[in-house]
């Protein structure tokens, strides 16, 4: 399997690509600073280096080639402003999904969060508002297209705790337990292996269940 991750710098992209390259997977990680190329090669993968702020989805196609789904892992980071949540949690993330388009690859799973579609606590500021207003735009889009096999997983707080090998998944609503990154990248790896995700949107926390188990249990 080849798998092409847009944000292939963050925490939870560099843990997925060492996951898949250890399993002899092939994977590509879509980078902005070529100071981060070298962190993406020591998992195994190979970096592309691509702002998705400023790329079109022709620059971004040729990456995307021959490729058997992408991974939408990117996002604005702590910090940013409102702006930044809407050009990269929405926008680029429709990039992505224009590129694969264009590319042939109709797998895709995108890398949201819990709470999207919840109503916004004001007194959390207006950058927070953006960044639930702009994992929301994203997964509207994405949803939206007949031309993509779309998995969405929503995990709540991450954590860079040591991963545990357990979550609790489902496509209803979870209570909110913080899940670390190491789990999420296993269930994103586990999801890439289960076609039968297509369609669903997950939410993902901590919890008690086999992360393999649980990806098999909520298929279709
Ligand atoms: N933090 C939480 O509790 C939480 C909860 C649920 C969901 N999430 C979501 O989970 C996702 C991954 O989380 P994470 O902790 O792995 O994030 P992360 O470490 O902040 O990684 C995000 C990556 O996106 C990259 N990026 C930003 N702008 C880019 C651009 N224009 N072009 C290419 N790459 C770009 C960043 O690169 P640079 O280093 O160059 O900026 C960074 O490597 C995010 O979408 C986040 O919103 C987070």
């Given amino acids: 399997m080849r798998t092409v991750i847009a944000g292939g710098h963050g925490k939870i992209a560099l843990r997925l690509a060492t996951l898949?390259?250890?399993?002899?997977?092939?994977?590509?990680?879509?980078?902005?600073?070529?100071?981060?190329?070298?962190?993406?090669?020591?998992?195994?993968?190979?970096?592309?280096?691509?702002?998705?702020?400023?790329?079109s989805a022709?620059?971004?196609t040729p990456a995307l080639k021959g490729a058997d789904a992408v991974v939408?892992?990117?996002?604005?980071?702590?910090?940013?402003?409102?702006?930044?949540?809407?050009?990269?949690?929405?926008?680029?993330?429709?990039?992505?999904?224009?590129?694969?388009?264009?590319?042939?690859?109709?797998?895709?799973?995108?890398?949201?969060?819990?709470?999207v579609d919840q109503p916004v606590d004001p007194a959390r500021g207006e950058v927070w508002a953006a960044y639930v207003a702009a994992k929301k735009a994203a997964e509207d889009a994405l949803r939206g297209r007949s031309d993509l096999d779309l998995t969405i997983v929503r995990p709540g707080t991450l954590t860079d705790d040591?991963?545990?090998g357990k979550v609790a998944l489902s496509t209803g609503p979870l209570d909110r337990v913080d899940v670390t990154r190491d789990d999420v990248a296993a269930v994103l790896a586990a999801v890439l292996e289960a076609p039968g995700t297509a369609g669903l949107t997950l939410e993902l926390m901590g919890g008690t269940d086999d992360i393999v188990g649980a990806v098999a249990a909520v298929q279709k």
């Fill in 162 to 164: 040591p991963g545990v």
């Fill in 72 to 115: 939408f892992a990117a996002g604005a980071g702590p910090g940013s402003t409102a702006a930044r949540k809407d050009t990269v949690d929405r926008a680029a993330a429709v990039l992505l999904a224009d590129a694969a388009a264009q590319a042939g690859v109709r797998r895709y799973v995108l890398v949201s969060a819990t709470g």
């Fill in 20 to 55: 898949l390259a250890n399993q002899g997977h092939e994977v590509v990680g879509v980078v902005r600073n070529p100071d981060h190329r070298a962190d993406v090669e020591q998992t195994g993968a190979s970096a592309v280096v691509l702002d998705l702020e400023s790329a």
């Fill in 58 to 60: 022709a620059d971004l």
